[in-house]
């Protein structure tokens, strides 16, 4: 703030005695000596005027002297006692009272020199109060990145420089960090981002090339005085470094997580690579681990929510996006309820989203198995779930075994068991693949098979038997009938030709 009146004329070395008391608290906006009679002409308002009354003694009156001032709109009036005029005269006295400007008298043997360097010493103090306090800022942003305080840092040191609500609002991940006591209203903030005003609240872009961030400031009246604006616009350039410098770092970081589940999806081969891994991102590889896998329309937004919420949960974590997931796998130690993560993930990521929560594996040998489980839960989820997340509990068991199992073994069940039905079926037009279903399906009954198929029971079981004939099987055997199941079930879940349905109509050769 300038310097006033009344702290010049405190100023205990000045020995300044007030004679008229106008306005005190008048900020100075300079000082300035004369002799003229009329020196409004060289005046810009709030001058304070030192005078030794020469043009007093030749001839010009007090009262017009500082009519002359008054009109100036000056901040006061500054009379030095000279050999011509020892003291101030009475007229000038009773001018300034008559008009309220402030008057005060100089001691002898203080010189207008003194005034002025004591007035100058404070004219460049508050000039460069500025200028330090914004060297120290830039100090203590440095300090906050460099301290690896993060966006949260830097908000910190800007909202001990000035009052109110500040935060860092990204399009995509809501708010990022904040200081301050209430933040804007839901509506209000996405005013903001529309670049739409919102009375009391101001929205500022974040520099960066690839920034998509607001810094939202908590406003009085309807702008920022200049010195706060000034204080933004220093702040602005470390947020745009600190989101670059965390985006850089949370891609590195994502890339690092796809390869994870790559390795994790390759199975024992590259289990010791995984371990590593796990182990860089914090995950302890002998403690239960657990994997998410979650769908939703939009991979990339999508993907900082899982980690909120896993961080929420309280987490080591890594996430990936695995398309058409979003994959994670946190540690489950302490002991971690899978129906509510699973519900507080379906929640956050919106009700279109599917979440599917694999089973808690004992350490990272285990891993692969969560990992299949939680996205064959997904799967289910997405056809099955009503609350839009599965955990692996609600899995049957033998679909979780397939969903695990090798493609090459799965395969050979149904080319050693099932090809030789089809190749009947399609060369006799008859329909063995789906007797076969029907007869294990129902357990093994005759009766509610032949009916499921609107056949006698004799032909049933002379189809049954052309079964056993082709395959080599007997369907007596539970073992056999295992066999027969798990290709059958492979072959559904692979997409093949049992999952189109029954065969056509029978034909006349129908065995």
């Known amino acids: 703030m300038p310097l006033t009146v009344r702290q010049l004329v405190a100023r205990p070395e000045l020995q300044l005695t007030v004679l008229v008391e106008g306005d005190l608290d008048r900020p100075i906006s300079w000082l300035h000596g004369t002799e003229m009679p009329d020196a409004s002409n060289v005046l810009d308002g709030g001058e304070v005027v030192l005078t030794a009354g020469i043009w007093y003694w030749a001839g010009t ?57 004591s007035y100058f010493a404070s004219y460049v103090a508050e000039r460069a109060q500025p200028l330090r306090e914004s060297l120290d800022r830039s100090e203590e942003l440095a300090r906050s990145l460099v301290g690896d305080e993060g966006v949260p840092g830097v908000l910190r040191v800007l909202a001990r420089w000035r009052p109110g609500w500040v935060g860092v609002v990204d399009a995509r991940r809501g708010i990022v960090a904040s200081e301050g006591a209430t933040p804007p209203r839901q509506e209000q903030l996405r005013a903001l981002l529309d670049r739409r005003p919102v009375p009391g609240w101001l929205a500022y872009p974040v520099p960066g090339r690839s920034t998509d961030a607001t810094l939202v400031v908590e406003v009085p009246g309807s702008r920022l005085a200049p010195d706060e604006r000034a204080l933004v616009d220093q702040v602005l350039p470390f947020i745009g470094i600190e989101l670059q410098r965390e985006r850089t770092v949370r891609e590195t970081v994502r890339r690092f997580a796809v390869e994870l589940f790559d390795l994790v999806a390759a199975g024992d081969a590259h289990q010791t690579a995984g371990i590593a891994r796990l182990r860089s991102f914090g995950l302890d590889p002998d403690d239960p681990l657990v994997v998410v896998a979650c769908e939703v329309d939009d991979l990339d937004a999508g993907l900082p929510v899982v980690e909120r ?20 796998v946190a540690q489950a130690a302490p002991p971690l309820e899978l129906e509510t993560l699973g519900s507080d993930l379906h929640t956050s990521l919106g009700p279109a989203s599917c979440v599917g929560v694999g089973g808690i594996a004992a350490d990272a040998r285990g891993l692969r198995s969560s990992f299949v489980g939680a996205e064959h839960a997904c799967r ?100 056999d009938r295992v066999d027969f199941w798990v290709a059958l079930k492979s072959r559904t879940s692979t997409g093949g030709e049992g999952a189109r349905g029954p065969a056509g109509p029978r034909g006349p050769n129908d065995l």
């Open 61 to 117: 009156s007090g009262a017009s002297f500082v009519d002359q001032l008054c009109k100036a709109d000056v901040a006061a009036l500054g009379f030095g006692p000279s050999p011509l005029l020892e003291e101030v005269p009475d007229d000038i006295v009773e001018a300034c009272r008559a008009t309220g400007l402030t008057l005060f008298r100089v001691t002898p043997g203080v010189t207008f020199l003194q005034i002025s360097k």
């Open 309 to 328: 919420v896993l961080g929420r949960h309280d987490r080591r974590a890594a996430v990936a996006i695995k398309p058409p997931w979003i994959v994670g």
């Open 380 to 479: 289910f989820a997405r056809r099955h779930g009503r609350s839009g997340y599965a955990t692996h509990d609600e899995l049957a068991s033998l679909d979780l075994l397939l969903a695990v199992g090798d493609a090459h073994l799965l395969e050979s069940f149904e080319i050693a068991l099932l090809r030789p039905l089809e190749a009947h079926d399609a060369k006799r037009n008859t329909n063995l693949v789906e007797t076969l279903e029907r007869f294990l399906t129902s357990g093994g009954e005759y009766q509610s098979t032949a009916d499921a198929l609107h056949v006698h029971v004799n032909t049933l079981r002379l189809r049954l038997a052309r079964i056993e004939s082709l395959t080599g099987r007997r369907l007596a055997s539970m073992e």
